[in-house]
């Protein structure tokens, strides 16, 4: 028998004044819950209450422990209905990762107004284009582009997006545009580097597999805004993600090549680890992102 049930049959017992009237409203025997009462009493050590067939009285132990179960049962009230209303409604400290660049521009700024809409919800970001450990680290939820997602985590698709070579029509004109993976090798690659120099090769899809092409050039840097103006400024070839480039696109400022060979799903997802019940402030921060990235010209006006 675990110690909150007999609690409960104390405070009911006690409050009622009487085994037959608690035995009632819990459908049980006067003899159970006795029971419970006895069971109480041997495990405290002490007498809590004076029991005959017509008379129930608290001993002074009794009456000071009535004090205090009411406020533990109270205050055990009162956390689960807070839980429960976290199931419900938008509460608490909400934890979110974010690459760098696209955290700054599409998912931070709208912060605001889901603080405005859930008003018992504090955001902490952390922009970074490090993947983070989001269970180690203790994160609610983190925002990915594309890459491998680790089977124990739940990943929601936030908007389709590709990762594209662009470049300027002028610096097409002045060296020609690609048709192949291998003339790549004849372009001003600006690449993405890693720790130490190193550069991180361009992935794309040719017959059916993922393939990996080292990128070239006379400008690399680990700052993918910086790789984009570089890009606009004709500069060189950029290997970027849709998302970003969008209204440049539809603009004609930059123009893609090489898109039959491009990754088929570069996704923007929103990853939690897996739980059975998913706090209201996650699931509502997430569909609110789906529903802002969904508008027709959302990313033509970024």
Known sequence: MDKLTQIEAFVDVAEKGSLVRAAMGQHIT??????????LEKRLGVKLMHRTTR???????????????????ADLGHAD?????????????????APAAFGRKHVAPHAAGFVRAHPDVQISFNLTDRVVDLVRDGYDVGIRIGGVIDPSFVAVKLASNR????????????HGIPR???????????????????QRGWYFQHQGKQVTVRADGNLNCNDGELLHRWATEGLGLA??????????????ELITVLDDFALPHYD???????QRHLPAKVRFFIDMLKEIYARPDYWLRR
């Open 163 to 174: 990762r594209v070579v662009c470049g300027t029509p002028d610096y097409f004109e002045r």
């Open 30 to 39: 006067p003899v159970m819950l006795g029971r419970r009462i006895d069971a």
């Open 239 to 252: 290997w970027r993600s849709s998302w970003e480039i969008e209204s440049q696109l539809a603009s004609g």
């Open 55 to 73: 008379h129930l009285t608290l001993t002074e132990q009794g009456t000071l422990y009535l004090d205090h179960c009411r406020k533990l049962l």
């Open 180 to 198: 192949t993976l291998d003339d790549l090798s004849h372009h001003n690659c600006l690449a993405f580097n890693l720790q130490g120099g190193q």
């Open 81 to 97: 209905r807070m839980v429960s209303e976290g199931r419900h409604r938008a509460t608490g400290h909400l934890i979110v990762s």
């Open 268 to 274: 923007i997802m929103a990853v939690y680890p897996q």
